[in-house]
């Protein structure tokens, strides 16, 4: 069982994404929530993190988190997949454990 | 000093981060608003992750939070209408203009003809602006 992995901050203000994705084993996941939601637009300084972690990681995001902050889903990396919160504890309840990176 | 209650100074009000992850987006909105009351010369920065807060769209039923994006378009009736965006930070982040709320005023000194807020800027252009301020207050 992998871990699943939570950023929950802009890449743009903060290293967590940058850090998480650096320390995060092949075959975990990681879920954007909050602010972290922003790591998973293409087309930005930082869209290559999340872009350059494909086939190695698989990459979540909550969408009220998206909703909220006016990101359309059309302006995702590709592979990443959207979740509501019932996919958010499908998550949590597949993983060995979870980590959150603050 | 002594007639500082009739002076009018220049107050820059600097957007730093984005909405709903912290408060501080909605608390500078709130204390802009307030500040409004005291007649001074405004002008409000948007820089770094403060751009996402002018993005329209933002839609916030599903996370259970108070969608505050529609009062920036009452800046306008308030006499804030001197609203700048620093253009590195728009690029950075994928974002143009017309991702942005359309935010209007209208010019008592041009027939009160509708016109935007929002002015793009370098960051050239804003180092300037900074410098011309009497008292920035940072969010």
Redesign the interface.
Known sequence: MALLHTV???P??KNALESCIRLALKGSSILLM??GV?GA???????SLVAGAKGKIAVYVL???L??????KD?LIDGVKVV?YGGFVDLVAQHSATQAWL | MSDEGGTIKKFMYVNRKAPYGTIYALESLEVVLIGAAFDQDVSLAFVDDGVYQLVKGQNTKGVGMKNFSPTYNALGDYDVNKIYVEKESLDARGLTVDDLLPLKYEDEDDDWAEKDSICVISSAELAKLFDQQDVVFSF
């Open positions: 929950n901050k802009s743009f203000e909050e602010d922003y637009v293409k087309g930005t300084a930082k869209s969408g009220p988190d909703d909220a902050r006016g990101v359309s302006k509501d």
